[in-house]
T-cell receptor, first 113, second 120 residues
Framework: QKEVEQNSGPLSVPEGAIASLNCTYS??????FFWYRQYSGKSPELIMS????GDKEDGRFTAQLNKASQYVSLLIRDSQPSDSATYLCAVNMWNQAGTALIFGKGTTLSVSS | GAVVSQHPSRVICKSGTSVKIECRSL??????MFWYRQFPKKSLMLMATSNEGSKATYEQGVEKDKFLINHASLTLSTLTVTSAHPEDSSFYICSARDPLQGRGINEKLFFGSGTQLSVL
C-alpha cells in the first residue's frame, strides 16, 4: 500500500515562530518529495521540492529529507498569518501506470497575529 | 511556467446526469495527465493516470465505468462523471506533466484550478 502520512493538525503557532510540519512515506524507492500549500477550494501550490538527503532552504522555508527513515519535513521560519493554510506532503511513487504523485492528507497550519 | 486550464470551475447538476470536466495544457504537450478528487478537509486522492492515446489506468476502488477518462490529444484530457449522484460531489483536480521541464525525478507537475462538482 502506497501511503503518505501527515498529522492533520491543526498546528497553531504565533506570528514569528517556527512552524514544523512532518511527513512519513511508505515506498522505500521513492526519489522525489514535495511540499504544497493549499487554500480552501483552490488547487495546490508547489512550495518546495527535495530529492537528496539533508536540508534544502528557500527563503523562510526549509525542507528536510531522510530517506533511511522515510521522513520529510518542512520548517517555516518567521511564520506569518498569510502562511495559514493546509500543507500537503507529496511523494512521487511507482504505480502500474509509471509514477504518480501521492499526497498526504495535509496539515492545517494556523498562524495567529 | 506551464499552464494547465481546467473547466468548468464549478458545476451543479441533478442526480442522474453526466458531467464532463476538461483539462488542457496550454503551452506544452502533456503525454501524461492525472485526475484527483478531494473531499472537504481530506487529501487529494489519485483517481487515474491518463496517457495520451491509451486507456487510463485507474486506482484501486475507482469505478472506470463511472468516471470515464479520455486523453485523445497531447493537450486535452476529459473526465466524465456518468450518472452522477450526491456522493460524487467533490473537488476534482487535474494535473499534467511537462516532459520538457525536468527529467526523471525532476519532472514537474502542473495543476489545473479544480472543478467543484455539486450533485443535487
Amino acid at each position: 500500500q502506497k501511503e503518505v502520512e501527515q498529522n492533520s493538525g491543526p498546528l497553531s503557532v504565533p506570528e514569528g515562530a517556527i512552524a514544523s510540519l512532518n511527513c512519513t512515506y511508505s515506498d522505500r524507492v521513492s526519489q522525489s518529495f514535495f511540499w504544497y500549500r493549499q487554500y480552501s477550494g483552490k488547487s495546490p501550490e508547489l512550495i518546495m521540492s527535495i530529492y537528496s538527503n539533508g536540508d534544502k532552504e528557500d527563503g523562510r522555508f526549509t525542507a528536510q529529507l531522510n530517506k533511511a527513515s522515510q521522513y520529510v519535513s518542512l520548517l517555516i521560519r518567521d511564520s506569518q498569518p498569510s502562511d495559514s493554510a493546509t500543507y500537503l506532503c507529496a511523494v512521487n511513487m511507482w504505480n502500474q501506470a509509471g509514477t504518480a504523485l501521492i499526497f498526504g492528507k495535509g496539515t492545517t497550519l494556523s498562524v495567529s497575529s | 511556467g506551464a499552464v494547465v486550464s481546467q473547466h468548468p470551475s464549478r458545476v451543479i447538476c441533478k442526480s442522474g446526469t453526466s458531467v464532463k470536466i476538461e483539462c488542457r495544457s496550454l503551452d506544452f504537450q502533456a503525454t501524461t495527465m492525472f485526475w484527483y478528487r478531494q473531499f472537504p478537509k481530506k487529501s487529494l486522492m489519485l483517481m487515474a493516470t491518463s496517457n495520451e492515446g491509451s486507456k487510463a489506468t485507474y486506482e484501486q476502488g475507482v469505478e472506470k465505468d463511472k468516471f470515464l477518462i479520455n486523453h485523445a490529444s497531447l493537450t486535452l484530457s476529459t473526465l466524465t462523471v456518468t450518472s452522477a449522484h450526491p456522493e460524487d460531489s467533490s473537488f476534482y483536480i487535474c494535473s499534467a506533466r511537462d516532459p520538457l521541464q525536468g527529467r526523471g525525478i525532476n519532472e514537474k507537475l502542473f495543476f489545473g484550478s479544480g472543478t467543484q462538482l455539486s450533485v443535487l
